[in-house]
Structure formats: C-alpha cells, structure tokens
C-alpha cells in the first residue's frame, strides 16, 4: 500500500513536517518570507548593476565619439558608471548581510524541527535504524535546505537577471543581435540542464561508492584492536584497497563526463563570443549600431559568458541538495507508529495495578507472540518475569511502556487504558533498569539526576550511594562532574549499570521495571545493590525479568512464560512443588543462569 493511500499518523506535539520534498522546503522557509523577499531584491539588484556596467561604457564611448566639451559630454555616463559600481557593491553586500542573518537561523529551524519531530517515533522505528545514520540525516538535510535555497538565489535567480537585462539591452541595440544572443542563451540553458539529468546518475553513484568506502573505513578503525590480535591487518588493507578500486572507476566515470560537460562550455563560450563580436562589427561597419553599441555587446558577451560557464555544474548540485532533503524527508518524516490518542489524559497512578486484558499482539500480526493474554498484577507485588528466550518477556514490558501497541485487548494501570494516556505521563510513571544501560555523554552528576532534574545534590549522592557507586565516583578526579563519554565508554559495564540503578532510584517512579538490573555486577556487590533495592522497592509495583532464578526466588509473585502464555503463576516455593515447567528450569540452571532455550 503507498504511503499516501494510507492515513499520515503525527504526534499532536510534533511540527507538521509535509512528506514532500518541495512543500518540506518551502515549509523550513515559511519564518523568512521577508528577509527571502528582501534577498531577492537585493540579489537583482546586484547582478542588475554588474550586467548595466558596459551600458554605462556605451555611454561613455558615445559620448567621446560625439566630441565637443568631454566634461560635460561625460558627465553623465560618469556618474552612471560609477553609480553602476556602487550600487552592485552595496546591493551585494546587503545580500550577504543578510544571509549572514538568515543562514544560521534556517539551518537551526531545519535541524530543530527535523529533531523534534524525530523524537516522537516509536521504538521499533529506531530499532530500524541506526542513530548514527539519524543523526547525519538530520545535519545533512538542515544544510541541503540551505544549499537548496542559496543556488536559486544566489546561482539562478541572477543568471535570470543577468540574461534578461542582456537580452533588453542587445534588443534596444538591435533586434537581429538580441535576437541572437537570446536564442543562444535558451539553447545554452535546455542543453545545460539536459547534461545535468545524465551526469546525475554518475554523480549518484560516486557519492554512494564514497559512502561505502566511509563505512568501511569507519569499521575498520572501530575494529583495528581486533586486527591486531588476529594478525590480519594486511587483509584489511587488501579490503580497503578493493573499496577504494572502486571509488576510483566510480570517480573518473563521473569527472570525465564532467569533461564533456565542459567540452561543450567551452565550445558554446566561443560560438557566443565570436558570433556576438562579428555580427555586432559587421552591423556596425553597416551603419546600423554605433561604435558604443558595439563595445557593449562585446563586453555583455564576455560577463554573461562567466555566468553561464558553470551553470551545469549548479544544475548537477542542485540536484543533489534536492535529493540530500528528499532521502532525508523519506527518512525521517514517516507517520509515527504510536501516538497519543485524541483527548488523552495524564495518567495518574495511585496504586500501581497492571492488567493485561485480552491483549493480542505480534510483531508481525499474522503471528502472535499474546494471543488474548489476561493478567493482573496486584498494587505493590514484586513479580518476576522468567522463561526462555523467545518466550514473550520482553515483550510484556515494551508492552507496559508502549514501546508496541496491542493489535486487539487493553494494557490498564490502576483502571486507565494507557492507549488513552499520554505517552509522557506514562513513562513518569514507570522506572526503568535495562540490562544493558546507555548514558548520555554529559557529567555524572547529569546522568544519575536526569530522571529528576531538580534534585539537590544531597539526593544524588545518597541515590549513587545505594547504588554502590559513590566509591568508584569519588576515586575519579573530577568526581560527579566527571562527564563519561559517548554511550558511557568512559566507565566498565558494572560501573554504567550502577550509574543506571542510581538514576532510576532517584526518578522514585511508583512501577519499577528491573531487566537484568545486576547482571555486570559481581556477586558481592549484587547482593550489597539487591538489598538496597529492596528498600526502595517499598510499596513500588516491581517486574523483574531474569535468567538467573536466583535473582529472584524472594519476590512476591513469579510468572512463568513459554511461546508467549503465562503457563505458571506462583511464589518461588509453591512452582518448585508443581514440579512443572519451572522446577524444570530450575534444574537446568548452569552456572546460576538458564540456558537459551529449553532443549
């Protein structure tokens, strides 16, 4: 089904991004409808003045060939010319005043919105793509736009001045030469655009070998302790050169049509020079334009001839600008998977019950992982999430956070369909520890309190406290302004899952979410970190998902997943005395973990 065939679902709170390339343009230009006015005056105003130059040399040689008192014979044409002069340098530097202006703040607006808007994608949209590439897409079509805009006002919008003045002033000369240079001018421009549209394929194409060959270097060096110990550092470069082989064929197939390109500038800058030159002579030797006349056909010859050199070379980057916005508007203004429902309310949590009812879901609907799932954890219960790989754990809290919608069936807390509930309602509600935490490459100070920003730094301290990471913190010279790199590199796993544990313990949500929350720990230290957490469990409704049993044989309340149904529910004790699936897990622990899979 096509994209516009089907409802364009938004967030209320996103910008109105439009899915097409040209109204996304003219809607990042909508806030500077005036200052884009005034550039354009500005803009023909300066080529206006540059082309009106050899009219002003008409004058003068006019008014030398007419003899009698130069003085006031020049008078005039004088102050023309230099008027001509001024004005191209004020009127163009006016025009760079304001782009100065306008520049910076359109490429912000661009990046802002594109940001924004970016933000309210779901989970699974960003499982699909890589936020490195996200974040290139969003700083390479904030500049597109402007490249976009700065060749038609700055590369075609004074070539439509400088051809049209050319063509009045050659008219008002002679009708046969204006006739002339006007059709080599409309011949000049359909052929040049004709060889932009070929050479952009090539162009296309080079741009994506360099792409790959970018990646390839980016692995390697991400890889090149891996290298090194496997001895292998020849094949990479054997593998780089393969790449760059390639960049290279692709390159001179692009550059030697650019070659042609040029072949035929050169040739067309000839045929106008020389034909403007000897037909203008041959009228004047006939009498029928003055010796004025004729230098300034020569002279216009010669300035529109440098506009017009290069103007494939502009039609082939200005191809590309547009493509640069159009990948990045195909990228990232699609619909947004989840959004809040009209007239959503905040969810307000008192007692923190969930209930799954009747809730039907599949990553792909015609296979359900849930197929009419019903559920009910009661307000407070610490309750564990155990079973094989596969077996729909996971699943049961992205659904809780609406990280995926159920296809059929409602997910409650505290009575509240929370597809009726705004999105940000909902995660102020619920904690998070992930098994493998992420941080933000700010302090640490930043990072433990960014769940409750108004947090005194005695809360922080105390939250990295209980998460067993005051020691390591006050070790490093800087302390919580210590900032920890891209992702939290700068720490070990044990170390950013303590940050992580800390952070959540502050945040004080009244649901917690625990997803191998102690998993990089050591035993010591988990068994320090656990009984903490208990603490602040309090009365917190908890899901705890683990492979090692251990983990959490003390909770309230176990659940017990396969294939996605819930086939036991009972405490640690009442499920070994079953003798059932989870005893059988149980047993089958090595090393304290469960295995992949059952078999």
């Known amino acids: 089904m096509s994209r516009r065939s089907t409802p364009f679902r938004r967030a209320a709170d996103a910008p109105a991004l439009p899915a097409d390339t040209g109204r996304f343009i003219l809607y990042c230009l909508r806030d500077f409808r005036k200052w884009l006015v005034l550039m354009l005056l500005l803009e023909a105003g300066q080529a206006a003045g540059s082309i009106l ?73 960003f499982s699909n793509h890589f936020a490195g590439a996200l974040a290139h897409r969003i700083s390479e079509t904030a500049v597109s736009v402007n490249h976009t805009l700065w060749a038609i006002l700055f590369d075609f919008w004074p070539i439509v001045i400088t051809f049209g003045c050319t063509c009045g002033l050659l008219f008002r000369a002679h009708e046969q030469l204006g006739l002339f240079v006007a059709g080599w001018m409309a011949v000049y421009v359909l052929i040049s655009y004709w060889l932009a549209t070929r050479c952009q394929p090539y162009a296309q194409e080079f741009a994506a070998v360099r792409s790959r060959v970018n990646g390839k270097i980016v692995d390697a060096v991400t890889n090149i302790l891996n290298t090194k110990q496997f001895a292998r550092l020849r094949h990479e470069r054997e593998q780089l050169d393969t790449q760059l082989e390639a960049e290279v064929r692709a390159g001179r197939r692009t550059f030697w049509y650019m070659e042609k390109v040029r072949w035929f500038q050169f040739i067309a800058a000839a045929i106008l020079k020389l034909g403007t030159v000897y037909y203008a002579l041959t009228l004047w030797e006939a009498g029928s334009i003055g010796a004025g006349d004729f230098a300034m056909s020569a002279s216009l010859a010669l300035l529109i001839i440098g506009d017009a050199r290069n103007l494939s070379r502009r039609f082939l980057e200005f191809f590309e600008y547009l493509g640069n916005v159009a990948n990045g508007v195909d990228a990232l203004v699609q619909p947004h998977g989840i959004v809040d ?13 969930i209930e799954f009812r009747e809730v039907r879901f599949g990553y792909q609907p015609e296979r359900p992982v849930f197929d009419g799932l019903n559920v009910v954890l009661e307000p407070g219960q610490r309750v564990g999430l155990v079973g094989f790989s596969g077996s729909g754990k996971s699943t049961f809290v992205s659904l809780i956070l609406r990280n995926y919608e159920p296809q059929s069936g409602q997910i409650l807390i505290d009575g509240q369909d929370i597809a009726r509930a705004t999105q940000d309602s909902l995660h102020r509600q619920i904690g998070l520890i992930p ?16 769940g409750r920003p108004d947090a005194a730094d005695a809360d922080i301290r105390e939250a990295a406290r209980m998460a067993h990471a005051e020691g390591f913190i006050e070790a490093i010279p800087e302390g919580y302004a210590s900032e920890v790199g891209e992702r939290g590199v700068k720490l070990s796993g044990g170390q950013r899952q303590r940050i992580a544990i800390a952070r959540v313990m502050l945040k004080d949500a009244p649901i917690l979410i625990l997803d191998e929350a ?21 009365k917190k409704t908890v899901i705890a998902i683990a492979h090692r049993l251990s983990t959490i044989a003390h909770l309230d309340r176990i659940l017990v997943f396969d294939k996605g149904r819930i086939v036991e529910d009972g405490r640690h004790e009442e499920l ?24």
Request: charge should be neutral; charged fraction near 20%; proline fraction near 5%.
């Open 53 to 125: 130059v050899p009219y002003a040399i008409k004058r003068l040689m006019d008014g030398v060939a007419a003899g009698g008192a130069l003085v006031e014979t020049l008078k005039e044409p004088l102050l023309l010319f230099a008027a001509l002069n001024v004005a191209e340098i004020l009127f163009s530097r006016a025009s760079g005043a304001v782009l100065v202006t306008v520049g910076p703040r359109l490429r912000q607006k661009t990046a802002r919105d594109l940001y924004a808007y970016l933000q309210h994608h779901s989970a699974q949209y």
């Open 518 to 538: 102690t998993s990089s720990l050591d035993s010591v230290t988990e068994q320090a970190i656990q009984d903490n957490l208990d603490r602040a469990m309090g």
């Open 341 to 353: 429902a009209p007239g959503a309310e905040p969810l307000r949590v008192t007692q923190g019950r």
């Open 435 to 450: 098994q493998d935490p992420t941080l933000f490459h700010r302090s640490l100070r930043d990072n433990i309190g960014y």
């Open 576 to 599: 070994l005395a079953q003798r059932g699936f989870y005893h059988r897990m149980w047993a089958m622990q090595a090393g304290g973990f469960l295995p992949e899979d059952g078999g």
